[in-house]
């Protein structure tokens, strides 16, 4: 699962501003995630789409290079290897479940993420992706913090707390 990419760009370079992620193994959101990805559409942003168990590793890892977020559209997950991936190229996230943020440097819960009415969690989202595209984030420097959090010898812990809170 590990992955450290040595071939960080940084986030003026990367073509995609945002990967949507979307998992359904647990809870069918699908129509939720039709709504944020017509929301998203309506606006200047390069959207790239993953559905979970429909690509190949080559693809992941070629859109987290070339993305500047992550919109993680995944419900009660424990196991999130595609995310934390990701997460090593400097891709910041948007979340519905807190425990994937690692800090407030590359990622965001969004709790709006699980209402029936997408809209206000796309505002949210968008508004925050504009604050940070405005300060050209490092993310060289965010990819490396990612990539000591995200480690192997983590994963097997991010798996058990997982199921002990459940």
């Known amino acids: 699962m590990h992955i450290i990419p040595n071939d960080i760009k940084p986030f003026q370079e990367r073509e995609n501003d945002i990967i949507l992620f979307q998992k359904y193994a647990d809870s069918d959101h699908s129509k939720q995630g039709k709504q944020l990805l017509s929301l998203l559409e309506g606006t200047n942003k390069k959207i790239k789409q993953l ?23 995944s419900f009660y997950d424990c196991g999130p290897v595609a995310l934390k991936e990701i997460e090593n190229y400097g891709v910041i996230t948007f979340t519905l479940q807190k ?27 968008i508004n925050i992706i ?7 984030p490092d993310s060289i420097r965010i990819a490396k913090k990612n990539q000591n959090f995200n480690r192997c010898e983590r994963a097997l812990d991010d798996i058990c707390d997982g199921i002990i809170k459940k």
Do not use: Q
């Not at 559905?51 to 559209?73: H, P, T, V």
């Open 99 to 125: 425990v994937f943020v690692i800090n407030d440097e590359s990622g965001y819960y969004i709790p709006e993420l699980e209402l029936d009415d997408i809209t206000p969690a796309f505002n949210k989202i």
């Open 130 to 136: 504009e604050e940070i595209s405005h300060k050209n």
């Open 51 to 73: 559905y979970y168990g429909n690509y190949k590793r080559e693809d992941e890892f070629l859109l987290a290079k070339n993305s500047k977020f992550i919109i993680y559209f």
